[in-house]
Each structure stands twice: as structure tokens, then as C-alpha cells.
């Protein structure tokens, strides 16, 4: 069984381990939970062990932007949804914000359009040396 929550008073690092399979030089769990705790807006998974088996982000002024930087779902929890409730979620919890922008590759544009979102232009710049 899958909940959801927006407090993050009870997450520790250690239950942030095993997420951002792939990246080469993912945040430590540290890094991971003050972005977490920094964000304008959070949602996590937490499986019917506690693990958190999911989350999604908003940062944003808090007033008319808002910008989705992660949705995580750990590899075992994929295919069951719920990265689409916590997109949802997310997205309930900022339907007073203007924008909502969010980057994602090529192939998962399909996945985020069945969520509502829509396709926009944008730049980024990634400094991978503040990682891991």
C-alpha cells in the first residue's frame, strides 16, 4: 500500500537511498533531503514499509511560478502509478501558480502530456561538479 504526504518532519537521508538510478554523479542522500526541505512544494511516496518510494518537487517564488526539478520513483515501485499521483498531487497542491514549467527529455514528453502538461520551449545549464 501506497501514501502519500507533504511533511517531511519524519524523512530522514537514510530513507532517501536508491534514488536517481543512473545519473553520474547523483546528490547524496543529504543533499537530496535539504533540497527536499527547501522546496515551495513536496509530495513523497512512502510504501507500507515507511520507505519512501517516491517524491516530487515544486520550487518557485510562491506567488505566480512554480518549477517541477525532480520525480523520482524507485526502479522496484515503477510501473504502479505512482509517479502520476505524485505529479497530480503536485500539481493540485499549485493550482493557484501562473506557470508550472518543468524539463524533461525527448522520450517522456508523452508521459507528462497525459498529465495535463504541455510542450514549451527552454535553456538549462547543469553543473555536475556540485554532485555527489
Known sequence: MITYQDDLSAITADDLRGFFVGW?????PAQHLAALRGSHR??????????????VNAIGDGVLTA???????????QGQGIGGELVRRI???????????????AELRPYYERLGLTA?????????????
Open 91 to 105: 500539481l493540485t497542491q499549485l493550482d493557484d501558480v501562473y506557470s508550472v514549467d518543468l524539463v524533461c527529455d
Open 42 to 55: 513536496v509530495v513523497v511516496a512512502r510504501a507500507g514499509s515507511g520507505r519512501v518510494a517516491g517524491f
Open 24 to 28: 553520474p554523479s547523483p546528490p547524496t
Open 120 to 132: 514549451v520551449q527552454g535553456m538549462g545549464l547543469r553543473n555536475r561538479t556540485v554532485l555527489g
Open 67 to 77: 518549477f517541477v526539478p525532480w520525480l523520482e520513483v524507485l526502479p522496484e515501485h
